[in-house]
């Protein structure tokens, strides 16, 4: 019997120490309930993705005295009879710079940490490379299975496997040859972040998984946002049969934990035990103890052999806190959400952490009184607190009144802190400035009050501190219906990966989510209800420049998602002229797009690091005859 704790945590992307004491201090949290392994995410020293910063020697070389660090330190706390299985950023030791690789040779690391020591190193086998992944860029292959052994009482052993992440997405590589090894259970620490329906997916692969290793699986995932990427969490325990054993909760932290009754280590020849601190020396440039070499090779049915390296952990009592003075369990199993719950989820927390993790306090935002910018101050308020919030209401000569009593109202629910700044004497002062030529009306005079709106936005910023929050929509990106340096002037994008269509579906849920417990809904039902418009020139409706958006989305779906040609648009039934228009917009809109700002990724593709198509392009889609 083995109790095993899956720790769920949100790392910030280089913060070393910061994320080191979350290891320390969950390790300890897992310990006083009777843990004796603990798994962390991936990279969960480091935070993830590390882009660039893993071409940097510094960091390199920090995260790998850090690792060594906590190590003695959860020892010195007396949690050094756990083992901390904990993701880091490696190198590959003894290897010369040579065009082609990364420099440095960077490895995407775990490390097995007991008894005060780094007892055993492993690296990434599958280096994902596509979507929002660059890893062929950023780091090299590892190609070993580590197996450590956990005393589990009475004199009993269990073998627990370690591979990461993409690991378990590929087939072949050291998943493979964990059934090989006769480890008892696979550990797989991962960085993996959210998309609709993904959770699914998820648990029929670690089920399969399991099936494949016969072992038990436990799958431990990162939570929180970090640029435009959200992490859901998510983790998930399966027996070697496949049967889900505990799930952890969507978007928050938590500790997962469950007794696992496993079969016992088998007799015969052993793992080498662990060698005295004194013997543990660093590797040739500062690396921690990687492959000797000296591991049983195994062919791992994808062209590659993987080395199983085993190491036998010696019982060290643990002299932390007992497991009565530990936290109640939430689990085995914590609620699912249904798809709107978790989509909203995912832009609460990406936007809560975008905010948080780069220092920012306070959000600003303009508010038309339109849906797009009622679901932006919404999901700001739920981010931080309404009185972390800020609003401008900016109205124009185009104005509705109802505009502004929409978003008096918006104001009223939610207690976000507002103030009105008219804009048109500004307006007319830049059109007297810019001579007496300038059109009054059209597109550069509809553009100049929306770019006078962002002038307003950024100079409050600049003034007062707050991070802007842009609110265009993704059926708007897509086809360029924003204004460059005007409502896309910002910092972050809540609803940037989120079309029209599902805009309206969030906001009447977050309606109904406050009417089933009882309090104000927090959208005015009037910004729901009445036709979308810019209000930059007399009776405008989006539809005046736009298809009606149920009929966009599920072209631009078509298109942007699955990268769908002109000629499987009309065979999927999408109007020919329409085709030939929505494609028109989104191409042209390629250089607006790479100016906007980020926001949390909820779809199987965004616009940014998902979809990179050349602004200088002339490649265009033709209808067939």
Not at 302 to 312: C, K, L, N, S, W
């Amino acid at each position: 019997m083995l109790r095993i704790a899956l720790a769920q945590v949100n790392a910030t992307v280089g913060d070393l120490a910061g994320n080191a004491e979350i290891i320390v201090d969950w390790t300890r949290r897992a310990a006083a309930r009777g843990a004796r392994v603990v798994v962390f995410p991936e990279m969960a020293l480091t935070g993830y993705p590390v882009e660039d910063l893993a071409l940097r020697a510094s960091f390199v070389e920090a995260s790998i005295a850090t690792v060594r660090d906590v190590a003695e330190r959860l020892s010195v706390e007396g949690l050094g009879g756990v083992a901390v299985v904990v993701g880091y950023l490696d190198r590959r030791a003894g290897l010369a710079p040579r065009t082609g690789l990364p420099a440095g040779a960077p490895l995407d690391a775990a490390a097995v940490l007991h008894g005060g020591r780094v007892v055993i190193t492993s690296a990434k086998h599958h280096l994902p490379n596509y979507g929002v992944f660059d890893e062929a860029r950023y780091f090299l292959p590892g190609n070993t299975l580590p197996v450590f052994r956990v005393p589990a009482g009475d004199g009993e052993a269990v073998d627990v496997a370690v591979a990461i992440c993409e690991d378990l997405w590929q087939d072949g590589g050291p998943v493979a040859v964990c059934h090989h090894a006769g480890a008892a259970l696979l550990v797989v620490p991962n960085a993996s972040p959210y998309e609709r329906g993904k959770d699914d997916v998820r648990l029929e692969l670690v089920q399969r998984r399991a099936r494949e290793a016969g072992a038990a699986l436990a799958y431990c995932n990162l939570v929180g946002g970090q640029d435009e990427l959200v992490f859901d969490g998510d983790s998930i325990l399966v027996s070697a049969t496949g049967e889900p054993l505990a799930r952890g909760p969507q978007f928050e932290e938590a500790l997962i934990i469950a007794d696992l009754e496993l079969p016992s280590a088998q007799a015969g020849p052993g793992p080498d035990s662990v060698p005295d601190q004194r013997d543990i020396q660093p590797a040739a440039g500062g690396s921690l103890p990687q492959s000797s070499g000296d591991g049983e090779p195994v062919d791992a049915g994808d062209g590659t052999v993987i080395m199983v390296e085993r190491v036998a952990l010696p019982d060290i009592p643990v002299t932390a806190p007992s497991a009565s003075a530990g936290e109640p369990a939430a689990g085995p199993f914590w609620p699912r959400l249904d798809d709107l719950a978790e989509v909203y989820a995912a832009l609460v927390l990406g936007t809560a952490d975008y905010v948080r993790k780069n220092g920012f306090r306070t959000v600003l935002l303009g508010l038309s009184g339109g849906i797009d910018s009622a679901l932006v101050a919404t999901i700001a308020a739920d981010a931080l607190g309404p009185e972390q919030v800020n609003v401008i209401l900016m109205p124009s000569k185009w104005s509705s009144d109802h505009s502004l009593t929409d978003a008096e109202d918006l104001v009223k629910r939610q207690g976000v802190n507002a103030r009105t700044i008219a804009i048109q004497e500004m307006v007319e002062a830049f059109r007297h400035g810019l001579g007496g030529d300038f059109p009054l009306s059209g597109l550069p005079a509809e553009n100049l009050q929306s770019r006078v709106r962002g002038v307003i936005n950024m100079a409050v910023s600049n003034n007062e501190g707050p991070l802007v929050l842009t609110t265009g929509n993704k059926s708007e990106i897509a086809t360029g219906y924003s204004t460059l340096y005007g409502d896309s002037a910002g910092g972050f994008g809540p609803i940037k990966d989120v079309p029209k269509t599902l805009v309206w579906a969030l906001s009447r849920w977050r309606n109904a989510e406050s009417e089933r417990l009882g309090r104000t809904p927090p959208i005015p039902p009037n910004s729901i209800e009445k036709p979308p418009s810019a209000e930059l020139a007399p009776g405008q409706l989006d539809t005046d420049s736009l298809p009606d958006y149920a009929v966009l989305d599920a072209l631009l779906d078509d298109y942007v998602e699955k990268d769908l040609g002109s000629a499987e648009l009309i065979a999927a039934g999408h109007d020919p002229a329409l085709v030939a228009r929505v494609i028109r917009l989104v191409d042209l809109a390629e250089y607006k797009r790479r100016q906007y700002p980020p926001g949390p990724k909820i779809s199987q593709k965004n616009f940014g690091r998902d979809r990179r198509l050349p602004i200088t392009n002339r490649w265009r889609e033709s209808l067939p005859e």
